[in-house]
């Protein structure tokens, strides 16, 4: 059976998108419908700075397509102020602010690690040792949410998919075959950057993750058309596999960022698959 292909930006708000990906007169309320319209998955970042609330995540998830789905960037409260540790209480305040509100559109979380945290595997096991893979494991989790979360734990998991997780790792401490062998073995993905430092496009999970910050040629103009046929060829060879595939274009060059996006979801609709 084949897996899926989803790509997109990071976020929807830019203003540098006024005009030349949003039409003129697009008002800004309105971006996001027309975002979700042309792409097939966003990343909330929101998410890394606050805990946001139930409303929100339901209002996001009403003004998207019915085959739209949301990634969500885990906070910083967890991956750069506690640094991975001692961490189950924000973590449990975190999943109960309100992402089951997005139903069926709750797609990956993904953690991104401050670059100067070094590997230390008792730290990273214990992190994702506390990870929900299931909707049992987010209930129980979400269910010791303390008084700091400020509103009632949101539990629903009505017509949730799966729970998955994406983690950055940008120390060059991680790259250690024992890594991946610790996500591997909790299904967690390991985030594909596509940069010169870290040009390995390793899969750890049953679906993979990139958040695309290269090329990885270096080319400082951006993803060019050959780029763009590399990354749907590599994806279009794990979506023969059964992976699913989630690709977010976060490159420096974030004006060209749908763009991009929508150039690899073409590409990859035009790309043969394996018999």
């Known amino acids: 059976m084949s897996g899926t292909a989803r790509t997109g930006t990071a976020g929807w708000v830019f203003a540098p998108w006024r005009g030349t990906f949003y039409p003129d007169g697009l008002v800004q309320k309105n971006e996001l419908a027309?975002?979700?319209?042309?792409?097939?998955?966003?990343?909330?970042?929101?998410?890394?700075?606050?805990?946001?609330?139930?409303?929100?995540?339901?209002?996001?998830?009403?003004?998207?397509?019915?085959?739209?789905?949301?990634?969500?960037?885990?906070?910083?409260?967890?991956?750069?102020?506690?640094?991975?540790?001692?961490?189950?209480?924000?973590?449990?305040?975190?999943?109960?602010?309100?992402?089951?509100?997005?139903?069926?559109?709750?797609?990956?979380?993904?953690?991104?690690?401050?670059?100067?945290?070094?590997?230390?595997?008792?730290?990273?096991?214990?992190?994702?040792?506390l990870l929900p893979k299931t909707s049992a494991d987010y209930g129980t989790l979400a269910s010791k949410a303390d008084a700091r979360l400020k509103s009632e734990p949101f539990v629903d998991t009505s017509g949730v998919g799966p729970i998955r997780h994406a983690i950055e790792l940008r120390h060059p401490s991680f790259d250690d075959p024992a890594v991946n062998d610790l996500l591997a073995a909790h299904n967690v993905a390991r985030v594909i950057p596509d940069t010169p430092e870290s040009p390995q496009r390793d899969l750890t999970a049953s679906f993979a993750y990139c958040r695309l910050q290269g090329p990885i040629n270096g080319n400082t103009t951006g993803y060019q058309p050959t780029d763009i046929a590399d990354w749907a060829d590599t994806i279009g060879g794990w979506i023969a596999a059964g992976k699913d595939v989630f690709a977010y274009f976060v490159h420096e060059d974030k004006l060209h960022a749908p763009a991009n996006a929508i150039a690899l979801r073409q590409a990859l609709d035009s790309t043969p698959r394996p018999a």
């Open 34 to 129: 027309y975002a979700s319209a042309h792409l097939s998955t966003i990343e909330i970042n929101a998410t890394f700075r606050a805990n946001q609330k139930p409303a929100s995540f339901a209002k996001w998830a009403a003004e998207t397509p019915e085959d739209f789905v949301f990634s969500l960037k885990g906070p910083q409260l967890v991956t750069h102020i506690k640094r991975l540790k001692n961490c189950q209480i924000e973590l449990a305040n975190f999943f109960a602010s309100g992402p089951l509100a997005l139903g069926r559109k709750l797609g990956p979380f993904v953690w991104q690690l401050p670059p100067n945290l070094s590997f230390d595997r008792d730290v990273l096991e214990g992190f994702v040792n």
